[in-house]
């Protein structure tokens, strides 16, 4: 039945990891059985006792959740370790849920895993050790009994009279013996030598391992006290719970969009839990009464009838009250009787609220409110609890803490913005009043490319600058004198040339300023042309940068618009027609494809 060497079976799929594995755990001292599949690893199972089999999560035939549950179906002392490369959280933590005696992720550092392994043979070998007693009946400190072939109780060890005195009078109809038969006759007919079940008496959980005593012709029950373990599994299973739960909620921190709806999926993941009624959200106002934002587990007109009742005069609300005066967890392990809970003693009883817990929550270093947690159970909140809450309160702090701030800074970006406008456009209008002919010109060319950008799908922050740059083009005409600027004629070959300048001072003076737009390199470019015909550089195509491309049409479709002091206005449809005939030779395509249908579909007009 049992085998005293620790040996181990290796299930996994990948031959090679399988044979590393083995060869590490021989030098170890181990005995290694492999298998490469799930119906394998059963069948070698059932060959030996196995003290331990590292399972792969994710095998080709089937689930190693399968497989494990297989093994200790027909090998109860069997301890499992689930190895996963693949699974998610909840698969892994799944497998502790269901027996496992723990998992690893791949790649595991190996000497965490022998670790593992030393504790899961210690375990295994200390149950085999008390059933090795069962051979010596009298010396086994675990309650035994014995039963016939006919199912008839035949005796019991000094543990088991200690344990159940009433059991000889009672006989099959005691607790411990209800089923048995049913178990004797399955021996019989699947030829089953071993089988282990479990059982609650009162507050004490056993294991019954049943097995067939050939040599005496009996059926022999060792009853192990596993109250302890059941106790640890018990918290296993509410920590993996709380675990997942805290990783929904951080998760949701990085995509959480305001506040409500923060609070909103907190309350929501945190009803998930066992045992929990009722979870809340509420703020503080200034009597330190709740003002309820987010709820859980009740409807919404419950919900709003309980808002409404903290409007009351009269109301106390001692919970919250003493949670967020005190800035610390109150725990109240008796809600039917405790009096910071009087007020609300109606819905405590209506909910079937037993116990129940508020943490405060902080933003900016101030307490702004408290989560409310009430459960179905007494004493609900121990210490794992109440320091899991703590962390849900600190991660929610940190998500209204984020957003608060985002809040700010986006008001800050707001602010920042706004004045680099009024600057932009006042440093415009200096240049205007150099040349009072051509007041507006900065801003209409500003108005057009950016309406040029959004026709051509430019983003919000492209866009942004193309509104800068237009209103910064003619900047180096401050460089201009003045008399130039304002002649009413024609400009003689040395002013024009004077006046071709006015591009590269305009770089010269805004080179070093430290835009997120490349404002001065389009300032420079926006008199240059795609066939090289341009100035100053006489730059070709690729060579100059979009923002100096749509610059150059918006400027000139503004120009031939407008009024000068050598011509008059030459209208919109000369305009267009200009930079339509030009097309791909001086201006670029997509550019002036943009421009026309700025105006003729998407209603762009100039003031």
């Given at each position: 039945m049992m085998n005293k060497s620790p040996k181990l079976l290796?299930?996994?799929?990948?031959?090679?990891l399988r044979k590393t594995l083995a060869d590490i755990l021989r030098t170890k001292g181990y005995e290694v059985a492999v298998a490469a599949d799930g119906a394998a690893g059963i069948l070698q199972?059932?060959?030996?006792?196995?003290?331990?089999?590292?399972?792969?999560l994710k095998l080709p035939d089937m689930s190693g959740l399968t497989v494990m549950s297989e093994i200790k179906t027909r090998s109860p002392l069997t301890e499992a370790i689930i190895l996963t490369g693949h699974a998610a959280m909840e698969s892994a933590i799944a497998a502790t849920n269901q027996g496992a005696f723990s998992y690893l992720l791949k790649p595991y550092n190996i000497d965490n895993l022998l670790q593992h392994i030393r504790l899961a043979v210690e375990r295994q070998q200390g149950q085999q050790e008390i059933l090795r007693l069962a051979s010596f009946p009298r010396m086994n400190p675990s309650p035994l009994i014995e039963l016939d072939m006919a199912g008839v109780l035949t005796y019991l060890n000094p543990a088991a009279e200690r344990s159940f005195p009433d059991m000889s009078a009672m006989g099959m109809a005691h607790p411990v013996l209800v089923g048995l038969t049913d178990i004797i006759a399955g021996f019989r007919q699947q030829a089953q030598s071993e089988i282990m079940r479990e059982i609650m008496l009162d507050v004490t959980a056993y294991e019954q391992y049943v097995y067939y005593v050939q040599e005496s012709e009996v059926f022999r029950i060792v009853m192990l006290d596993i109250t302890e373990l059941k106790a640890n599994e018990f918290k296993v299973k509410k920590l993996n719970a709380m675990l997942l739960i805290q990783r929904d909620i951080n998760e949701y921190l990085l995509v959480a969009d305001s506040e409500q709806r923060l609070f909103q999926s907190v309350c929501d993941s945190?009803?998930?839990?066992?045992?929990?009624?009722?979870?809340?959200i509420a703020l503080k106002r200034e009597n330190l009464k709740p003002a309820p934002v987010a709820w859980a587990g009740i409807s919404d007109a419950e919900f709003a009838a309980m808002r409404a009742r903290c409007d009351e005069p009269v109301q106390y609300c001692g919970l919250f009250a003493n949670a967020v005066a005190g800035m610390k967890p109150i725990i109240i392990d008796n809600a039917e009787t405790d009096e910071q809970l009087a007020d609300w003693r109606d819905i405590v009883l209506q909910l079937g609220i037993k116990s129940a817990a508020a943490v405060p929550l902080s933003a900016d270093q101030a307490i702004i409110g408290s989560?409310?947690?009430?459960?179905?159970?007494?004493?609900?909140?121990?210490?794992?609890?109440?320091?899991f809450l703590g962390d849900i309160a600190g991660d929610v702090a940190i998500g209204v803490n984020t957003l608060r701030l985002g809040h700010k800074l986006n008001a800050t970006l707001a602010n920042l913005k706004k004045s680099l406008d009024s600057t932009v456009e006042a440093i415009s209008r200096i240049v205007e009043l150099r040349d009072p002919y051509t007041a507006g010109h900065e801003s209409r060319v500003a108005l057009l490319a950016g309406a040029i950008g959004k026709a051509m799908g430019l983003p919000e922050r492209q866009l942004e600058g193309l509104y800068v740059i237009g209103h910064l083009h003619d900047l180096g005409k401050v460089a201009i004198p003045a008399e130039i600027l304002t002649k009413p004629g024609k400009l003689t070959v040395l002013e024009y040339?004077?006046?071709k300048t006015h591009p590269q001072a305009g770089y010269d003076i805004l080179k070093n300023l430290?835009?997120?737009?490349?404002v001065a390199q389009a300032v420079l470019q926006h008199h240059e042309r795609l066939d090289g015909s341009g100035y100053p550089q006489g730059l070709k195509d690729g060579d100059i940068i979009l923002e100096a491309r749509i610059l150059m049409v918006a400027d000139v479709v503004e120009a031939m618009f407008g009024y000068r002091p050598y011509r008059p206005a030459l209208g919109l449809n000369v305009a267009l027609d200009e930079i339509r005939s030009h097309k791909g030779t001086l201006y670029d395509d997509k550019v002036?494809?943009?421009?026309?249908?700025?105006f003729t579909e998407r209603g762009f007009a100039f003031e």
């Amino acid at each position: 039945m049992m085998n005293k060497s620790p040996k181990l079976l290796v299930i996994d799929d990948d031959p090679n990891l399988r044979k590393t594995l083995a060869d590490i755990l021989r030098t170890k001292g181990y005995e290694v059985a492999v298998a490469a599949d799930g119906a394998a690893g059963i069948l070698q199972s059932q060959c030996d006792f196995v003290s331990v089999a590292l399972i792969d999560l994710k095998l080709p035939d089937m689930s190693g959740l399968t497989v494990m549950s297989e093994i200790k179906t027909r090998s109860p002392l069997t301890e499992a370790i689930i190895l996963t490369g693949h699974a998610a959280m909840e698969s892994a933590i799944a497998a502790t849920n269901q027996g496992a005696f723990s998992y690893l992720l791949k790649p595991y550092n190996i000497d965490n895993l022998l670790q593992h392994i030393r504790l899961a043979v210690e375990r295994q070998q200390g149950q085999q050790e008390i059933l090795r007693l069962a051979s010596f009946p009298r010396m086994n400190p675990s309650p035994l009994i014995e039963l016939d072939m006919a199912g008839v109780l035949t005796y019991l060890n000094p543990a088991a009279e200690r344990s159940f005195p009433d059991m000889s009078a009672m006989g099959m109809a005691h607790p411990v013996l209800v089923g048995l038969t049913d178990i004797i006759a399955g021996f019989r007919q699947q030829a089953q030598s071993e089988i282990m079940r479990e059982i609650m008496l009162d507050v004490t959980a056993y294991e019954q391992y049943v097995y067939y005593v050939q040599e005496s012709e009996v059926f022999r029950i060792v009853m192990l006290d596993i109250t302890e373990l059941k106790a640890n599994e018990f918290k296993v299973k509410k920590l993996n719970a709380m675990l997942l739960i805290q990783r929904d909620i951080n998760e949701y921190l990085l995509v959480a969009d305001s506040e409500q709806r923060l609070f909103q999926s907190v309350c929501d993941s945190l009803k998930k839990l066992d045992d929990v009624v009722v979870v809340l959200i509420a703020l503080k106002r200034e009597n330190l009464k709740p003002a309820p934002v987010a709820w859980a587990g009740i409807s919404d007109a419950e919900f709003a009838a309980m808002r409404a009742r903290c409007d009351e005069p009269v109301q106390y609300c001692g919970l919250f009250a003493n949670a967020v005066a005190g800035m610390k967890p109150i725990i109240i392990d008796n809600a039917e009787t405790d009096e910071q809970l009087a007020d609300w003693r109606d819905i405590v009883l209506q909910l079937g609220i037993k116990s129940a817990a508020a943490v405060p929550l902080s933003a900016d270093q101030a307490i702004i409110g408290s989560l409310l947690v009430f459960s179905g159970r007494q004493s609900m909140f121990d210490t794992d609890m109440v320091e899991f809450l703590g962390d849900i309160a600190g991660d929610v702090a940190i998500g209204v803490n984020t957003l608060r701030l985002g809040h700010k800074l986006n008001a800050t970006l707001a602010n920042l913005k706004k004045s680099l406008d009024s600057t932009v456009e006042a440093i415009s209008r200096i240049v205007e009043l150099r040349d009072p002919y051509t007041a507006g010109h900065e801003s209409r060319v500003a108005l057009l490319a950016g309406a040029i950008g959004k026709a051509m799908g430019l983003p919000e922050r492209q866009l942004e600058g193309l509104y800068v740059i237009g209103h910064l083009h003619d900047l180096g005409k401050v460089a201009i004198p003045a008399e130039i600027l304002t002649k009413p004629g024609k400009l003689t070959v040395l002013e024009y040339e004077m006046m071709k300048t006015h591009p590269q001072a305009g770089y010269d003076i805004l080179k070093n300023l430290d835009f997120p737009w490349p404002v001065a390199q389009a300032v420079l470019q926006h008199h240059e042309r795609l066939d090289g015909s341009g100035y100053p550089q006489g730059l070709k195509d690729g060579d100059i940068i979009l923002e100096a491309r749509i610059l150059m049409v918006a400027d000139v479709v503004e120009a031939m618009f407008g009024y000068r002091p050598y011509r008059p206005a030459l209208g919109l449809n000369v305009a267009l027609d200009e930079i339509r005939s030009h097309k791909g030779t001086l201006y670029d395509d997509k550019v002036v494809d943009a421009c026309i249908s700025a105006f003729t579909e998407r209603g762009f007009a100039f003031e």
